[in-house]
């Protein structure tokens, strides 16, 4: 069965960094694309970022392009969102995301908070 946890949300201020993780489970981990998602209050989820089994990662939104990036470590089966220079806009609850077997699975999520 797939599991995606998320782990790494927290409070930070303007400015801070974060590395979000993504522990997976139930699946041939390297063999498939991982995504971040994140959902903001009242408003719809939206792709962050994805990075394939095999190469880089492309980040999805313009308003994290240059700050944040995707990575995986597929010995530890986890995948990685590092966000730097956090801005209040980029508080959500941040998601991770996997299609495996023709079914979406998603992770539970993870507060991530941007403020004074």
């Known amino acids: 069965q797939v599991h995606l946890v998320e782990s790494g949300g927290d409070l930070v201020q303007p400015g801070g960094s974060l590395r979000l993780s993504c522990a997976a489970s139930?699946?041939?981990?390297?063999?498939?694309?991982m995504s971040w998602y994140r959902q903001a209050p009242g408003k719809e989820r939206e792709l962050v970022g994805f990075?394939?089994?095999?190469?880089?990662?492309?980040m999805s939104l313009d308003s994290v392009k240059g700050r944040f990036t995707i990575s995986r470590d597929n010995a530890k089966n986890t995948v990685y969102l590092q966000m730097n220079s956090l801005k209040p806009e980029d508080t959500a609850v941040y998601y991770c995301?996997?299609?495996?077997?023709?079914?979406?699975?998603w992770g539970q999520g993870t507060q991530v908070t941007v403020s004074l």
């Open positions: 995301y996997a299609w495996v077997g023709l079914r979406n699975y």
């Open positions: 139930g699946f041939t981990f390297s063999r498939y694309a």
């Open positions: 990075i394939p089994s095999v190469g880089g990662s492309t």
